[in-house]
């Protein structure tokens, strides 16, 4: 097998990424009040926009990565960086009280599904998916390495 042509669809989990953050980022940057958070004040806006800065960045940097070969050390460290960074997002998002002044309904509040707890599903998915994406491609990066 060429390494030339290594192309893996489970490279579509960055382009996921860019799905779950781009919202919040462009959002994030332009009308961070409008975002629908309670409680927002000078800090929490600065850091607000501070933190989609940040999002903006990752979001342009994965989809440059997406089209790169799945060996590279560089798209395999990104990989993992998202990986960790979803991972505690979803922690994070778990264990917030309330801030999202919204309601999925009657039935899905009964069932504790809240705003926060989807949004936390979303990402503990994504930084799944790295993990799927590392394993899956792993075989290639041994093979650019000349093992096996």
Not at 59 to 87: D, M, N, Q, T
Not at 118 to 130: C, F, N, P, S
Request: proline residues 7%; contains cysteine; aromatic residues 8%.
């Amino acid at each position: 097998m060429s390494l030339q042509g290594a192309r893996s669809p489970l490279s579509a989990i960055f382009l996921l990424h860019i799905a779950l953050e781009i919202p919040i980022a462009i959002q994030g940057v332009w009308s961070p009040t409008s975002l629908p958070f309670l409680q927002l004040n000078n800090t929490t806006l600065v850091v607000l926009k501070l933190y989609a800065a940040l999002v903006s960045a990752s979001c342009v940097i994965a989809l440059l990565c997406y089209p790169l070969p799945e060996f590279l050390p560089g798209k395999r460290a990104l990989a993992i960086g998202l990986c960790i960074y979803h991972s505690i997002a979803s922690t994070i998002l778990y264990q917030a009280p309330r801030f999202i002044p919204m309601s999925l309904g009657a039935l899905a509040e009964s069932y504790k599904i809240t705003p926060e707890a989807v949004w936390g599903t979303l990402h503990g998915l994504v930084g799944l998916g790295m993990v799927v994406w590392w394993q899956g491609t792993v075989h290639l990066a041994a093979m650019a390495r000349g093992g096996r």
